[in-house]
């Protein structure tokens, strides 16, 4: 693999087509940067999974993309990460296997926000709670997918970072200590992978982003200053699509 530090996926040239023929999984499409990289891949050429557990708010997303590019390019994949059991990770395997034979990337971007506490208080429940849904189903979904991966003559796993994930920060207990997990796996994975398989592994922080986890963490912040979630999609781009062949077990920023 070559040098991830050479690489900046925020200077990367997209192509109208960039992502044509590929079929990219992206958890938490629903809303957020999830829904805007969705409809991103789309506009540039992909078919892109819908993955999330809001029905109704699936559907939209997939509306507006089929509206737009027809209905080969986006499916609606209803699934709970946080209650899913084994046979629903295989029937979710056996559906995209059945259908694409194939998946060319998969976008880790759903996430639970949990309770800012200090460790002493932290609720135990909601801490299982996020460590399930940001980390652990992000492991079991990769595993469950990788036969799919490694049949793509180019595939690209990405993991939504955080900046709390990289350097600690008092309060954010389960998320930031799930993110931070995230990196771990992001650098295992690569290294597991490197050298024996086409698919490359990283992890992006889009920064500050107007989302509604965000505001549930910082409530008084004005809104308006920070970037919207279309505005960060190009490095998401850059990393599921072949500006970044060769580039594995970065950190990388969308800001």
């Known amino acids: 693999m070559s040098d991830a530090s050479a690489f900046d996926p925020r200077l990367a040239s997209i192509g109208a087509d960039e992502l044509k023929g590929r079929v990219i ?18 506009a540039h050429g992909a ?3 819908l993955l999330g557990r809001k029905a109704r708010a699936l559907e939209e997303v997939h509306t507006r993309i089929t509206a737009e590019h027809g209905a080969e390019r986006a499916a ?4 709970d990460l946080e209650n899913a059991l084994a046979g629903d990770y295989d029937a979710l395997f056996a ?38 849904v940001n980390l652990t189903s992000a492991f ?27 350097v600690g920060r008092a309060y954010w ?34 920064g500050a982003v107007r989302t509604s986890m965000r505001r549930q963490a910082y409530p008084a912040e004005d809104a308006n200053r920070l970037a919207t979630p279309q505005s960060i999609t190009r490095p998401y781009l850059a990393l599921l699509g072949p500006a970044s062949r060769g580039i594995s077990g970065g950190r990388f920023d969308a800001q």
């Open 47 to 49: 078919t892109v999974l």
């Open 25 to 42: 999984l992206i958890t938490g499409a629903s809303s957020g940067i999830g829904r805007a990289v969705a409809q991103s891949c789309a």
């Open 76 to 79: 609606i994949i209803e699934f």
């Open 140 to 166: 079991v979904l990769t595993q469950i997918l990788l036969p799919l991966l490694k049949c793509s003559e180019d595939a690209s796993i990405v993991f939504t970072a955080s900046g709390v994930g990289r």
């Open 173 to 206: 207990g389960a998320y930031a200590v799930s993110k931070h997990a995230l990196e771990g796996l992001n650098e295992v994975l690569s290294e597991e992978l490197s050298g024996i398989t086409r698919i490359r592994v990283n992890s992006l922080n889009p």
């Open 95 to 132: 559906a995209i296997q059945g259908r694409y034979q194939r998946l060319d990337g998969l976008l880790h971007n759903a996430g639970l926000l949990g309770q800012l506490a200090p460790i002493e208080h932290y609720d135990v429940p909601t801490w299982c709670r996020v460590l399930q």
